[in-house]
């Protein structure tokens, strides 16, 4: 299954629970930090639009751990290890999924 249709079959499950126009399409504004270690386990802070539901924070094709929606606007994880590089940020939510390109650089 490759990272696309993984999440994409993740969302349905999540959007099958719940009913239609009933959350916001999440947007990630900023991630913080967004320079990040190669070897992961860094405290991360996304700031967002439409959190408050979030299911999943993935770091390119790596997801995050311990993903929590602090507030309707902030959704904290810890960092994967991932290769260097910069990757998309992507937060799945009961709304969708939202990116922010290059939102994350690991070194």
């Known amino acids: 299954m490759t990272f696309r249709s993984a999440l994409a079959q993740r969302r349905n ?6 009913p239609a126009d009933t959350y916001a399409t999440p947007t990630v504004v900023a991630v913080s ?9 860094e405290a991360v802070t996304l700031t967002v ?5 979030a299911s999943a924070v ?3 094709s790596a997801p995050a751990t311990s993903v929590v929606a602090a ?3 902030t959704v904290t994880c810890v ?3 991932h290769a260097a590089g ?9 709304g969708g999924l939202g990116r922010l390109a290059n939102g994350a650089t690991f070194s």
């Open 79 to 81: 960092s994967p290890a």
């Open 71 to 73: 507030s309707a606007t």
């Open 33 to 41: 930090p967004s320079a990040l270690d190669v070897d992961g386990g």
């Open 13 to 18: 499950e999540i959007l099958s629970r719940i």
């Open 86 to 94: 910069a990757v998309t940020v992507f937060l799945l939510t009961a």
């Open 58 to 60: 993935y770091f390119g």
């Open 49 to 53: 639009t439409a959190g408050s539901t």
